[in-house]
Every structure is written in structure tokens, then in C-alpha cells.
């Protein structure tokens, strides 16, 4: 089982570890802070060993990186693994974003049912099924999102059932959400966010959310 330090601490960005495991491209780390895509969060980009990463998956409790052909690690080797910061910072700050539009959905619009989401670094999007517009409600759902960011409340994220790898995110005083990404320490790292609806088809809707001050 790879150790996820990612969990540990969402903010570092270098760790010396070992190789596990090496099978052509694929490789297999002792520990990591390469997060790979998972829940909609996209994975992080960076290197191991100054080789970079092409691709971060999952493998049941495992992370698999595949590097380029001749990346030449063996296992057993040391490496530095290291990620590229600016990336992984706006992915957590509109994962949380993301996750508290959804909780302020599901409490204002009677029957949503999240259907899919995704977060990419220049936006996130939460797709869902509702039988009506968000539009009416979207301009209240965006106020109080703001709200709980600019109170800059504490976030805490730990598991909630270790062995099975099951985390949860949770703001005080307003909802605890199953949740295996990386977040945040202060809901006030968010800063100012927009929304924007679109429409998929009847039945279905999608709100995208843009952090505004970059």
C-alpha cells in the first residue's frame, strides 16, 4: 500500500521515498505527494526522480505513476518526488469551492441529485439532475458560498474509517462530507469565486465555479 502523505499534509511539496516497485513505465512508491485523480479532483502534475509523471492512477489501495520508457528507476532507488504547487493549490482551493456549492444545491433545491463533477485547474463543474433551472436560486447559492469563505472558518479533514481509507472534510457548524481529496486549512484560501450555469438537456444541470482573484 502506497503511503499517501498528501493526507498528512496537503501543503508539501517535495518528499524523499523509495521506489517499491518497477514494471516498464509503471512505477510503485513506498510513500507519495502525487495526488492522482480521484472523486473529480485531477491528478497533480510533477516528477520523481526528475523524471516527469505522465500519468497517476489508482490501484486499489496502490498509486501507479507511469513515467516515460527510459526512465531508468529501479526499485529500491531514492527519489525525490515533487509537485508543481501553483497547480495543486488551485485544484484544492476549487475543490472546496466545488464542494460547498453542491452542499448549498442539495440544500436549496428539493430533488437534486449530483451526477457528476470534475475539478481542473482553471475551473470546477458539478453536474446534476433536477427537473428545474438552477438559475432563480443560483444568485442566493453564490452569496451564502461566499459567505462561509470570507468567514474564514477552520476546515478539518481526517478519516473517518482508516482502514478502509474513507476521509471526510468539515466545516463547524455547517456539514461534515465524505470526501478523499486534499483540502484546505481556512475556508478563506478560496477567496472570491463565481458561478455560472449551464444547461446540459433536459433533466440535467451544470454549475461551474471560477475563482476570480488570479
Not at 498509486?63 to 525525490?80: K, N
Request: aromatic share 8%; proline share 4%.
Amino acid at each position: 500500500m502506497t503511503r499517501k502523505q498528501f493526507w498528512s499534509d496537503p501543503y508539501q511539496t517535495e518528499l524523499l521515498t523509495r521506489v517499491r516497485r518497477v514494471e516498464g513505465e509503471r512505477v510503485w512508491l513506498d510513500a507519495t505527494i502525487f495526488y492522482a485523480f480521484s472523486g473529480g479532483q485531477e491528478s497533480d502534475s510533477g516528477s520523481i526522480g526528475g523524471r516527469p509523471v505522465c500519468a497517476a492512477e489508482r490501484q486499489g489501495r496502490d498509486i501507479v505513476y507511469t513515467l516515460a520508457p527510459d526512465h531508468g528507476l529501479q526499485a529500491g532507488a531514492e527519489v525525490a518526488v515533487k509537485i508543481d504547487w501553483p497547480r495543486r493549490y488551485r485544484l484544492m482551493r476549487l475543490h472546496f469551492a466545488a464542494e460547498l456549492v453542491l452542499e448549498l444545491i442539495c440544500r436549496q433545491a428539493a430533488g437534486a441529485e449530483k451526477i457528476g463533477a470534475h475539478i481542473a485547474e482553471d475551473k470546477a463543474r458539478i453536474d446534476f439532475a433536477l427537473d428545474q433551472a438552477i438559475t432563480a436560486l443560483l444568485p442566493a447559492i453564490a452569496a451564502e458560498a461566499q459567505r462561509l469563505i470570507d468567514a474564514d472558518l477552520p476546515i478539518a479533514s481526517a478519516f473517518s474509517d482508516e482502514a478502509a481509507e474513507r476521509r471526510y472534510w468539515e466545516l463547524p457548524g455547517f456539514a461534515r462530507v465524505p470526501c478523499g481529496g486534499t483540502h484546505l486549512k481556512r475556508s478563506g484560501e478560496v477567496g472570491r469565486i463565481a458561478l455560472k450555469r449551464r444547461n446540459l438537456g433536459k433533466g440535467k444541470e451544470r454549475v461551474e465555479i471560477y475563482l476570480l482573484d488570479e
